[in-house]
């Protein structure tokens, strides 16, 4: 607790890291660091044993070359699988890359 001006502030300290506590309900990760390589098939393949995924998973490619940039998105079919998701694979080598995974929603 912290008094400020004569009002109190409760101060909280979470184990968990922001992505995880200071979000709103997420399904929808983010993933970056993808090898050049990877396709839609390799990423929905290493993501769908975490739980249902909703939406086709999308490695974004430039609009011209159709050459990957390198990361890509997933959508689960509920928050939970894309919580065991996010905590398994972040910082996991993915087709000889080590990936970030992120969840990709606003913060409200």
């Excluded at 506590?21 to 929905?44: H, I, M, P, Q």
Aim: proline share 1%.
């Amino acid at each position: 607790m912290q008094a400020i001006n004569g009002m109190i502030r409760v101060l909280h300290k979470n184990s968990l890291p922001r992505s995880l506590w200071a979000r709103n309900s997420c399904s929808k990760l983010f993933v970056g660091g993808l090898s050049y390589d990877t396709n839609e098939t390799v990423l929905k393949n290493a993501f769908e044993k975490y739980g249902e995924i909703i939406e086709a998973v999308r490695v974004i490619a430039h609009h011209v070359s159709g050459k990957s940039r390198g990361y890509g998105f997933v959508r689960f079919t509920s928050d939970a699988s894309a919580k065991v998701a996010f905590k398994e694979m972040h910082s996991k080598v993915l087709d000889g890359r080590k990936i970030r995974v992120e969840f990709a929603c606003k913060n409200s």
